[in-house]
Structure formats: structure tokens, C-alpha cells
């Protein structure tokens, strides 16, 4: 059984006083004692930013601190390595939704078993607040000056998620701690490609998406009836309504996931299958004019 303890932070968390990403670290502590599996069987992947420095701040698990835009096909190569482990990526909006959106659409398109949680706080918040591609229009910034801020419309992860083909799409909120615990553990248990679009304000530098406007216009989907099967009306719900952003779980149908697509083998993990020398040597040989 995994203990608090057990999960207490190898270093000092330095993100600032109220940042949305001290909420999302508290649920995950309590998803995985949820989850009540080994906890070395657990895996996070991060990339650059605020908040991939979310493996240092969780211990017991094992983790790769990786480069901004990757943790996606970081932790499809955990997985497709080993399918003994439980890969959770942590990804800022900047990292998923901007310089690793081809990773993110792909590994959706191919139901990679991964669970995605991004830390959309609307800005690039370790570079110093620059617009990213969740920033809402006319979020004001040093690369976004008024007028008219930043100039465009922000992107919407949970209906990107769905129509690039992930099997599970949602969206949290940091400051709602018990949904957000819910969502995390629903998606670790879900076979394929789940994505939580986790709403956190970052008090620094984004004073439009702050705690006082989620706490007013955010809304629970499922308290409001919604049928997770149903693609086209989750595309629908995934964006606001009147004003209002629903939090819940969007999508969620069963698919066949990437390493069932391509037979990977079910009884021995990839990483124990022994390939002889030769058998590489008969393959260069092939391949050889
Ligand atoms: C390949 C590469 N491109 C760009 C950067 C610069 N960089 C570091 S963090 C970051 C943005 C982080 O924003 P986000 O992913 O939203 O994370 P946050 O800090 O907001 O949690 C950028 C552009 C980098 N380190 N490496
Ligand atoms: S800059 Fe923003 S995202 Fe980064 S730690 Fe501070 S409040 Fe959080
Ligand atoms: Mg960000």
C-alpha cells in the first residue's frame, strides 16, 4: 500500500504563493494513493515549463524530466517498453498545445494508453507570461501588448482531444480538488489515450483566467446530464457555454489502443523479449543490396 509519506517531495517546491499547479500536485498525491497500485509502477513524464517540474515535487515514483514538447512520445516509448507501467504525462498548455501539438494529435490519433494532463494556465509561465495557444483573446502580455492583446481565439484542448481521436476527454479545475481527483484516477484506469484538461490559474502573470473567475464560471457538466458516448454532442459541450466552462468528463467510449493495434505481445513485456545478435545481423543483411 503507497503511504503519503512515501509521496513526500524529494525538493523544495519553489512555484509561487497560489499557484493553480500546488492544487493539481495535491490531487495527484491523492489519485495515487487512490489508484492503490505499486508505486513504482507508476511513471510521470514532463517537459519544460512551471509545470514540468511536477516530478520533483512527488516522490516514490519514477520519473523523466524531459524536453519542451516531448513528454508525449517520451511516455510512448515507456509505455510501448514496458506495458507493466502506468505512464502520466504533465504537460503545460504551452508544451501540449504549442511546440508539442504533433506529438499530442498523433498519440491521440493512435490511442496511445497514456493519460494526459495538461497544466492550461493560458500562458507560457515559465518564460514570463508570453501568450500561448490557450491564451484567451486580449490576454495582455510583453509579446501581447494592448491593443488587442493577443489577437487571436484560444484553442480548445478537450474538443482538440476528441477530434484527433483520444478515447477519453475531460476537463478539471485546480481548485476543485474532489472532481479533479475523480478525473485523474478515472483517467489512469482508462485503456487509451485520456486527456484532462486541468483549468489553473497562474496568479503571476495571468490576471484574466484567475481563482475568482473559475470559482464563478465554471459549472459541473455531469450535474447537468450528458451521455459520454456521444461524440458530437461532447464536441458541443466542450466549448463554453454562455460564458460558462463545463467541468467533467466529455467523452469516453472503449477502442482498441495502440499496442493491441499492433499486436504488441501481451505475456512478456517488450523489454524482456531477448533478440539475438544474429537475428539483427539476418535483418541488416536484408536490407543490404
Ligand atoms: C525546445 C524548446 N523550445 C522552447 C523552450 C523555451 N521554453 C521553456 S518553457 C516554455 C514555455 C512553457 O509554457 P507552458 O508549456 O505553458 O508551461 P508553464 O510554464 O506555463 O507551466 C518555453 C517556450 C525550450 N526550453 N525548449
Ligand atoms: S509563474 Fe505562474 S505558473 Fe509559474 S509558478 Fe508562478 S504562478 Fe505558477
Ligand atoms: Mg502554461
Known amino acids: 500500500m503507497t503511504t503519503t509519506e512515501q509521496l513526500d517531495p524529494p525538493q523544495k517546491v519553489t ?9 493539481i500536485l495535491a490531487a495527484l498525491k491523492k489519485a495515487v494513493l487512490e489508484l492503490d497500485m505499486p508505486v513504482h509502477n507508476l511513471v510521470i513524464t514532463s517537459g519544460i515549463g512551471c509545470s514540468g517540474k511536477i516530478p520533483h515535487y512527488i516522490g516514490g515514483l519514477n520519473s523523466f524530466h524531459t524536453l519542451h514538447g516531448r513528454p508525449i512520445p517520451v511516455a510512448t516509448g515507456i509505455h510501448m517498453a514496458n506495458k507493466d507501467l502506468e505512464v502520466i504525462v504533465h504537460a503545460g498548455d504551452g508544451d501540449t ?32 507570461g508570453q501568450f500561448s495557444p490557450a491564451a484567451p483573446r486580449g490576454y495582455v502580455s510583453n ?10 481565439a484560444p484553442t480548445n484542448p478537450v474538443a482538440q482531444a476528441i477530434t484527433a481521436g483520444a478515447t477519453f476527454a475531460a476537463r478539471g479545475f485546480s481548485g476543485d480538488q474532489k472532481a479533479l481527483v ?70 469516453k467510449v472503449d477502442a482498441p ?21 544474429k537475428d539483427v545481423q539476418q535483418i541488416i543483411d536484408d536490407l543490404m543490396i
Open 182 to 251: 475523480k478525473l485523474m484516477v478515472e483517467a489512469v484506469k482508462h485503456r487509451g489515450f485520456a486527456v484532462v484538461d486541468i483549468l489553473q490559474p497562474c496568479v503571476t502573470w495571468n490576471r484574466q483566467l484567475t481563482w475568482k473567475f473559475y470559482n464563478e464560471n465554471t459549472f459541473s457538466l455531469q450535474d447537468n446530464g450528458h451521455d459520454v458516448s456521444n461524440k458530437l454532442a461532447a464536441l458541443e459541450k466542450a466549448f463554453v457555454d454562455k460564458g460558462k466552462i463545463p467541468i467533467g468528463v466529455f467523452y
Open 97 to 128: 498545445l504549442g511546440e508539442g501539438l504533433g506529438h499530442f494529435v498523433h498519440a491521440a490519433r493512435r490511442n496511445v494508453n497514456l493519460a494526459v494532463f495538461i497544466h492550461n494556465n493560458g500562458v507560457m509561465g515559465l518564460t514570463k
Open 15 to 23: 512555484w509561487c504563493t497560489g499557484c493553480g499547479n500546488h492544487g
Open 143 to 152: 509579446t501581447s501588448p494592448p491593443p488587442p492583446g493577443a489577437p487571436m
Open 257 to 277: 489502443d495502440l499496442a493491441v493495434d499492433i499486436a504488441l505481445p501481451e505475456d512478456v513485456p517488450l523489454k524482456d523479449h531477448i533478440t539475438k545478435l
